[in-house]
């Protein structure tokens, strides 16, 4: 039985959102999509994120205040950011936070989100 660990999405642009959504549902995940943070609020306030990966820069709510937002709730919520600028960049924290400069290959996308979960999050039965 697989376990099916929970990454929540923020990001604003939508072919780029499907296409990690879909990549990584392929890889055994269960994703929620949004497009800003107070979507992204919302939705884990219903169902809890074992992984935020977030944009920095989106509209309504930006990437550096949805991260302040929801570790408000989850101290210790794991956080990768995706961005392609330069502007605030948190510093990354080892087993917390890990900031991917865009353009990233999925496979390291992949192995952080795998880093970042709890051992039993991350094993199979097969």
């Given at each position: 039985m697989l376990n099916h660990p929970h990454l929540l999405i923020?990001?604003?642009k939508n072919l780029t959102a499907t296409?990690?959504?879909e990549f990584l549902e392929a890889?055994?995940?269960r994703v929620t999509l949004t497009q800003n943070g107070v979507?992204?609020?919302e939705v884990d306030e219903k169902d809890p994120a074992a992984i935020l990966l977030t944009d920095m820069r989106m509209p309504v709510m930006g990437g550096?205040?949805?991260i302040r937002m929801i570790r408000r709730r989850n101290a210790e919520l794991p956080v990768i950011?995706?961005?392609g600028y330069s502007e605030?960049?948190?510093q990354e924290v080892p087993g917390r936070l890990i900031v991917l400069r865009k353009p990233y290959s999925l496979s390291t996308l992949v192995h952080h989100v795998r880093s970042l979960l709890p051992r039993r999050e991350t094993t199979t039965d097969r």
């Open positions: 923020a990001e604003d296409a990690l959504a890889e055994g995940y979507q992204a609020l550096e205040a949805l950011i995706m961005t605030y960049i948190p």
